[in-house]
């Protein structure tokens, strides 16, 4: 691990003040609905802490274009001049990122157990917090392989667009693997329908985990062992990906 | 002079590089065994098949529980790791019911197998997880059977019972008392029976199958109405005595049958006018296995569909109200049977 890379990463995400504008409002978002729902319309919220959509998006604000900049501004280059190799500075940046990403994450669940003990504190469980939260931690150092990769191949913030453009295929996949036989004209298309249907939602279902690596950590006897390869596999695949990419790439000396 | 050791920037990594294979091999592999091996945890359950489980209800004479699930659905998958891998659950559901895991395959294969659309439909699913218990009479019923309003009966039974009359001794104000029995009505009838829907915990289970069992023991209602022996009938189907005798022919469950007794046996002004005037007869025909001596005497007053009511007045043919009678209904055909006679 290459502290200097790390501090670089953070000084990078919090110098620019429109990634921490939409990181405040992305924080504060769900605290506030909470909030909202419980102090003024006097109604339980249906989830007493935010899931996992949000965390990602936290992922996603704090991580975006943290290789990429770099690739952007020429100045990978040079970080690569020191006595470094390519692998230590993908994996410093895939630390610094689920780092940062976890404290916010774990301070947002902060803040809605406050507002819970605050309004109802009979339905706080302990081990509720406790599971949220190392499922947000969880979350936040499987997406932030994910984005380590993307952020490798593109330049500037443009992975952002790629992830983006990646879930809608997949949900897109999940949809259309949906389609249900009886709803298409008989012959060809049935037949269609029924090879393809399986298969797109298969890779819909994969990208999916994919693009959002959770380990669902409510019952902890019986986690089954795929899912937990799987987890694992994405991150050192992504992160292996990651390195391969850069080690094959031809780097600018100048703003791209 | 020794050469420091050189590392490249451009070093490839190569034990993460197989580790990721490695991971990746085995997570392809376990996710494939998954997929074809989708049960999982629940192996204290004997699960049985949809076919299995009718010809094995219809023996032993218990109901089967349906459990309705889908591979894709994460709170079923909980649920059944969770609770149906515990033991005190397992044991009672394996001694007192026929339990099924059905699993909805429409998003895999497009369509499920006609048993499972059947069955779905008969259990009125819509999400899931669902479960639901059918006894074993009514595994040819349609869906307003199986979720007969008949049972409203067991269920204010139930809700009578429930702890909240001491309050009223204790000197809470009434207001309260009354807004908590409403909500302990309100959350009966969440976990009504014969249906439970949505993730489930231990406890839910435990209370489901707790309410399912009391459901079961409870026979069906014979109302207010004071039932005496079916007196003897002539040739004709007239009877002996002076006084007129009321046959209702009811089955033992189902929902025609059911708003039957809630109609006509439960309330006070037909109740009272059938004991007043009449030589009231309950036969109960059971829907699945019908006595003969049912059978004969549907044939003698040649009734097409059950509910029914037979009036039979001395020296007079039998008056006969096939099929479901409202009270009002009821009120009238029962005057007017009964004016015929004045």
């Known amino acids: 691990m290459i502290w200097a890379i790390c501090k670089n990463t953070w000084n990078q995400c919090l110098a620019s003040r429109v990634r921490l504008g939409i990181l405040c409002l992305v924080w504060i978002a769900p605290i506030l ?82 507002v819970s003990l605050t309004r109802t504190p009979a339905l706080i469980n302990p081990a509720d917090v406790l599971t949220n939260g190392a499922e947000r931690v969880i979350l936040c150092v499987g997406l932030s392989a994910v984005l380590i990769l993307l952020s490798s191949l593109v330049s500037g913030v443009k992975d952002l667009a790629f992830f983006l453009v990646l879930s809608m295929v997949a949900s897109l996949c999940v949809g259309i693997g949906q389609l249900k036989v009886d709803d298409v004209p008989a012959g060809w298309p049935q037949l269609a329908v029924s090879v393809l249907c399986p298969v797109c939602y298969h890779i819909g279902q994969a990208g999916n985990f994919i693009l959002g690596p959770m380990v669902d950590l409510s019952s902890l006897a019986n986690i089954p062992w795929s899912v937990v390869a799987s987890y694992f596999a994405v991150i050192a695949t992504f992160l292996s990906l990651a390195i391969f990419s850069l080690n094959r790439r031809e780097l600018p000396y100048g703003a791209e | 002079m020794a050469q420091s050791e050189f590392v490249s920037t451009k070093h490839d990594p190569k034990m993460l590089y197989v580790t990721a294979l490695i ?60 609770a149906f891998g515990r033991r005190d659950i397992a044991n009672t559901i394996n001694k007192n019911y026929i339990p099924v895991l059905v699993i909805d395959e429409s998003q895999e294969r497009g369509k499920n197998t006609p048993a499972v659309q059947k069955t779905q439909k008969q259990c009125n699913v819509n999400s899931f997880p669902t479960l639901c218990v059918v006894p074993w009479n009514l595994l040819d019923a349609d869906v307003e059977d199986v979720f007969s309003t008949g049972n409203e009966i067991e269920r204010n039974l139930i809700a009578r019972n429930l ?79 002076q006084s007129p005798v009321l046959i209702a022919f009811v089955e033992d469950c189902g929902v025609l049958s059911d708003k039957m007794r809630l109609s006509l046996f439960e309330n006070d002004e037909t109740s009272s006018l059938i004991n007043r005037d009449c030589k009231p007869v309950l036969v109960e025909v059971s829907k699945q296995e019908p006595s003969q001596e049912a059978i004969a005497l549907k044939k003698r007053f040649a009734i097409s569909a059950l509910p029914a009511i037979v009036v039979l007045l001395p020296n007079e043919k039998p008056i006969v109200q096939d099929g479901f009678t409202s009270k009002k209904h009821a009120l009238q055909f029962l005057n007017r049977a009964l004016q015929s006679r004045k």
């Open chain 1, 33 to 114: 609905q909470n909030t909202i729902s419980l102090c003024v319309q006097h109604v339980f919220p249906e989830a007493l802490y935010s899931q996992s959509n949000s965390v990602a998006l936290l992922v996603l604000i704090v991580g975006s274009g943290c290789i990429g900049s770099q690739l952007n501004d020429g100045t990978l280059s040079l970080t690569l001049s020191r006595p470094l190799t390519v692998a230590q500075y993908v994996m410093s940046k895939w630390f610094a990122v689920f780092v940062a990403s976890s404290v916010a994450a774990l301070s947002q669940l902060a803040a809605e157990v406050l």
């Open chain 2, 23 to 82: 991971l990746t091999v085995l997570a392809v592999v376990g996710n494939l065994l998954d997929e074809n091996h989708p049960e999982g945890a629940p192996k204290l359950i004997k699960w049985r098949t949809i076919s299995q489980a009718r010809v094995e209800s219809l023996q032993k004479h218990k109901p089967v529980l349906y459990v309705f699930s889908a591979n894709w659905c994460g709170p079923c998958k909980r649920m059944e790791s969770i």
């Open chain 2, 163 to 241: 702890p909240y009359a001491e309050a009223f001794e204790s000197g809470e104000d009434k207001d309260d008392v009354s807004e908590r029995a409403t909500m302990d009505v309100l959350d009966y009838y969440r976990n009504r029976v014969p249906a439970h829907v949505g993730y489930s915990t231990p406890d839910d289970i435990s209370e489901y199958l707790f309410q399912c069992n009391i459901w079961h023991r409870l026979p069906p209602s014979k109302g207010k109405i004071h039932w005496g022996p079916m007196p003897t009938l002539d040739a004709s189907g007239k009877p002996a005595t």
